[in-house]
C-alpha cells in the first residue's frame, strides 16, 4: 500500500547544513512535496518537485529525488534557530485533483544555538 | 500563492454540544477540499474529502454522522462535529487543491471540556 517514511528527530547545530530523508511507495507519485509546520500552526508549503527532475533548488532548499529508490531529501542549508519545526514529507498518488496528499509522520528539526 | 483560511482558529466547548468550523479558499476556486486531524506530536490523518455540490468521501474509520461535511460553495466547506466529547479534542486543518499543489489552513484547535 501507500506509505511515506521519515525519520522522527533531527537536531543540528545553528549555522551547519540539514537533510531530511524520505521514502515512498507509490512510484505512481508524479509530485512530491516538503512541507514545514511550526508549533500551533498550519501546514506551509516549502517546496515540491516534479518525478521527472532529480534536483530543484530554491534559496537555502535543496530536493533531490532518487526516483529508482523512491528517495526524497531536503537539504537546509545555513540552517537558524527560525528553521525549527516539523518537515513533513508527502506525495501525490496518481496526481488526481480529487486525490488527497499521502503525508509521512513528520521528521521535528531542532537547532541549537 | 494561493490562501486557505480556517475560522474559528480555536474553541473550547462543552461536552454534547456541536461545533463547526469554516474552511475557505480565498483567492481560488475549489472543488475539491480535505479535512485532517492531528493529534499532539503526531502526522495528520485524513478524515474526509469535501466535494463541492456532492456528499463527503469519509475514511475508513471516520464517523460520517458525528463529522457532518458540507461543500456548499467552490469557496467554502464546513466541518461541524455533533455532539463533541473531550476525545474529539484534537487540531483540525482543512486544505484545498489548486494546481499541483494543495495549501493548508491554519487550523482550529477544539478542546471539548
Known amino acids: 500500500g501507500e506509505d511515506v517514511e521519515q525519520s522522527l528527530f533531527l537536531s543540528v547545530r545553528e549555522g551547519d547544513s540539514s537533510v531530511i530523508n524520505c521514502t515512498y511507495t507509490?512510484?505512481?507519485?508524479?509530485?512530491l512535496y516538503w512541507y514545514k509546520q511550526e508549533p500551533g500552526a498550519g501546514l506551509q508549503l516549502l517546496t515540491y518537485i516534479f518525478s521527472n527532475m532529480d534536483m530543484k533548488q530554491d534559496q537555502r532548499l535543496t530536493v533531490l529525488l532518487n526516483k529508482k529508490d523512491k528517495h526524497l531529501s531536503l537539504r537546509i542549508a545555513d540552517t537558524q534557530t527560525g528553521d525549527s519545526a516539523i518537515y513533513f514529507c508527502a506525495e501525490s498518488p496518481l496526481n488526481q485533483a480529487g486525490t488527497a496528499l499521502i503525508f509521512g509522520k513528520g521528521t521535528t528539526l531542532s537547532v541549537s544555538s | 500563492g494561493a490562501v486557505v483560511s480556517q475560522h474559528p482558529s480555536w474553541v473550547i466547548c462543552k461536552s454534547g454540544t456541536s461545533v463547526k468550523i469554516e474552511c475557505r479558499s480565498l483567492?481560488?476556486?475549489?472543488?475539491?477540499m480535505f479535512w485532517y486531524r492531528q493529534f499532539p506530536k503526531k502526522s495528520l490523518m485524513l478524515m474526509a474529502t469535501?466535494?463541492?455540490?456532492?456528499?463527503?468521501?469519509?475514511e475508513q474509520g471516520v464517523e460520517k454522522d458525528k463529522f457532518l461535511i458540507n461543500h456548499a460553495s467552490l469557496t467554502l466547506s464546513t466541518l461541524t462535529v455533533t455532539s463533541a466529547h473531550p476525545e474529539d479534542s484534537s487540531f483540525y486543518i482543512c486544505?484545498?487543491?489548486?494546481?499541483?499543489?494543495?495549501?493548508f489552513g491554519p487550523g482550529t484547535r477544539l478542546l471539548v471540556l
Open positions: 486544505s484545498a487543491r489548486w494546481g499541483e499543489t494543495q495549501y
Open positions: 507509490d512510484s505512481s507519485s508524479t509530485y
Open positions: 469535501s466535494n463541492e455540490g456532492s456528499k463527503a468521501t469519509y
Open positions: 483567492d481560488f476556486q475549489a472543488t475539491t
